[in-house]
């Protein structure tokens, strides 16, 4: 178990906080303890984390040349949303020329592939998604994963209510 500590102060630049949501992403966490703190006559938020260092750490398995096998990671069912979201992600970067990653990274997709239902909110509360992505790939993921439920289910557009 080890222990890693963030002061980010107030006003700071989305860089500190995306530091500190790479932080997050990238290691088995146990616990985080924040506080408002002065250092000096500044003002800052300190997070206190508790993390694992041999948990699944996605900075270790790239470092060491490896990936993240989602295979392994997640049961049959979200691995399944999971290679449903990776087509959309696909779908939609190739449409704006922009690389996949761009659009949600493989880790944003895991974890959105665990949401059931799959909700605008939900996807909010992940790490990494932030109101510029929502806005632009929220709605179309949200739409075109309920599509790929009601097929799966054999529910038409008409009995979806659809036109």
Not at 119 to 135: N, S
């Amino acid at each position: 178990m080890q222990i890693k500590i963030f002061n980010i102060p107030i006003g700071a630049d989305e860089s500190m906080t995306e530091e500190l949501n790479h932080f997050l992403r990238a290691h088995k966490i146990i616990d985080i303890k924040k506080d408002l703190a002065m250092l000096g006559e500044n003002t800052c938020w300190t997070f206190c984390i508790t993390y694992m260092q041999d948990g699944r750490s996605l900075d270790n398995n790239r470092a060491s040349g490896g990936k993240v096998d989602y295979k392994d990671v997640l049961d049959a069912e979200i691995f399944e949303r999971f290679s449903n979201l990776r087509k959309l992600r696909k779908q939609i970067a190739d449409n704006e020329a922009i690389p996949a990653y761009a659009v949600f990274t493989d880790a944003e997709l895991a974890e959105i592939a665990k949401l059931s239902p799959l909700t605008l909110a939900g996807m909010q509360k992940i790490p990494g998604i932030g109101k510029k992505k929502m806005e632009k790939y929220g709605n179309v993921l949200v739409e075109n994963i309920q599509t790929i439920a009601d097929e799966e289910n054999g529910i038409s557009e008409r009995e979806s209510g659809q036109p």
